[in-house]
């Protein structure tokens, strides 16, 4: 690290940055029930198997209600074809609630092959570190002090919103989680829906819902990606040009990426969402 102390302002968020940068790339690849030890996940499946009874109960009542409203008189369940099919959806329903925790579980681990694909595509085994140019660096360091009096200011509050985006970034990552678990905890309630003809739309909007979540994981990784091959081409700087306008045309133009970067992690549930007709 340059003993300069405008160069380790930046040096230092930059830092903070390529440090939550590697957190999130290590969380996107793990799975909830390793996420924190597995503590979290743990108390998760306790919740889940408690609201399953509740789910089973809304299950026999989402039945009954379907039969009344699809049904125009009691003659029509007396019919084979009707009972078989109204047998058939309420063993499908009751299989749904039943096993809801392994079939989220199988979807997970189908996005999370996806998003293994995207890095081993992406040709990036591990989240690539943002270096500060020797360029800017030099063009610091030769300048005298007067010169450096601007250039801190400018270090300074390009730092800061460096190290803000990079805490908006693991936030982000941390939030998937805590609405993974949201889903996982409540899922026997919307799955005992799709007992009841009226009501399965819920059960869909549901699991769309939740595939939603998953594949946020997905976005994340392009946009890491994306920003990794932005930050590796630094603006063309004119060695003549004055020190503090190669350095503020390197921060503003890397804190333009991260917001692209912070942007696109922020909307990620609402790009999967319209991906998906939600």
């Known amino acids: 690290m340059s003993d300069n102390w405008v160069v380790q302002n930046l040096e230092n968020a930059l830092n903070t940055w390529n440090q939550k940068l590697t957190e999130i790339w290590q969380l996107i690849t793990q799975s909830p029930q390793q996420f924190k030890g597995g503590t979290i996940w743990n108390v998760i499946v306790n919740i ?18 379907g039969i009344v409203k699809t049904c125009g008189s009691f003659a029509e369940v007396r019919k084979p074809e009707h009972a078989l099919k109204l047998f058939i959806r309420f063993a499908i329903a009751k299989g749904v609630v039943t096993y809801g925790l392994e079939l989220m579980l199988a979807l997970f681990n189908i996005v999370q092959g996806l998003v293994s694909t995207i890095m081993t595509s992406g040709g990036l085994g591990a989240a690539q570190q943002t270096i500060l140019p020797q360029e800017i660096v030099n063009a ?11 250039l801190w200011a400018v270090t300074l ?8 985006l990079s805490f908006i970034m693991i936030m982000t990552v941390y939030g998937r989680f805590f609405k993974l678990y949201l889903y996982t905890a409540i899922a026997p309630v919307p799955l005992s829906t799709f007992a009841g003809e009226p009501t399965q739309h819920v059960g869909k909007s549901f699991i769309k819902s939740y595939a939603a979540v998953c594949l946020e ?36 133009e890397l804190i333009f990426n991260m917001l692209v970067l912070v942007g696109a992690v922020k909307m990620a549930d609402r790009i999967v969402r319209e991906m998906m007709g939600l």
Do not use: K, M, R
């Open 217 to 252: 994981g997905a976005i994340i990784v392009l946009g890491c990606i994306i920003f990794s091959l932005f930050a590796a081409s630094p603006p063309a700087i004119s060695p003549n040009a004055a020190a503090v306008t190669q350095v503020w045309s390197y921060v503003g």
């Open 140 to 150: 610091v360091e030769n300048s005298d002090f007067w010169d450096q009096i601007p």
């Open 48 to 65: 889940h198997g408690a609201v399953q009874a509740i789910g089973l109960a809304l299950l026999v009542l989402f039945f009954v209600v």
């Open 157 to 164: 509050i390009g730092s800061l919103f460096i190290v803000i």
